[in-house]
């Protein structure tokens, strides 16, 4: 029996690759031609904390990021939320603190457990132009409390961390 499910929200600017995040850690797989975000709902997973079940419910969202109208029953009774970035793409880390007090003021009063993530990093790893330092981010990360960690939903790279970063922290505390 799961006796324990957590919600986490995922959010930032349209194309950072926060769909293919959730994609890759829920059904493990990498559609290059993944266009529609999965909705309003949410994918789920199972995993073993400290020898416990959680379910982990991830929500997703439809695309309002364009929009800027991401409403309050996203955010409703969430406890970890992934601040993800681009590092091919500075202006998606500029507007990182954006999304973090959005996430922060709906949450409110609860402090949630944020963890900063920088997603693409095969393109880098391929030669591709990095826009966002390594060390600016995790400087960031620092400064604001958050987990850090650049991850790849392409190749896998680092998506099981992002999410245990938070999940763990979630259970613990
Ligand atoms: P969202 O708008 O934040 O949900 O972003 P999507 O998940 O829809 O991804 C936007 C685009 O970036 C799509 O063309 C994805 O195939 C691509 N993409 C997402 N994640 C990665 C990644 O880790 N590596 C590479 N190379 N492309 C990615
Ligand atoms: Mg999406």
């Not at 981010?137 to 099981?160: C, D, I, P």
Request: hydrophobic share 40%.
């Amino acid at each position: 029996d799961i006796e324990i499910a957590i919600k986490v929200v995922i959010v930032g600017n349209g194309g950072v690759g926060k769909s293919s995040m959730i994609q890759r850690y829920c059904k493990g797989i990498f559609t290059k031609d993944y266009k529609k975000t999965i909705g309003v709902d949410f994918l789920e997973r199972q995993i073993e904390i400290d020898g416990e079940d959680v379910r982990i419910m991830l929500w997703d969202t439809a695309g309002q990021e364009r929009f800027r109208s991401i409403t309050k029953s996203y955010y409703r009774n969430s406890v970890g939320v992934l601040l993800v970035y681009d590092i091919t793409n500075y202006a998606s880390f500029e507007h990182i603190p954006l999304w973090m007090m959005e996430a922060q003021r709906h949450i409110e009063p609860h402090r949630p457990v944020f963890a900063l993530v920088g997603c693409k990093l095969d393109l880098v790893n391929a030669g591709g132009r990095r826009e966002v330092s390594t060390e600016e981010a995790q400087t960031f990360a620092k400064e604001h409390g958050l987990h850090f960690v650049e991850t790849s939903a392409r190749n896998g790279v680092n998506v099981e961390e992002a999410f245990r970063m938070v999940t763990q922290e979630v259970y613990t505390r």
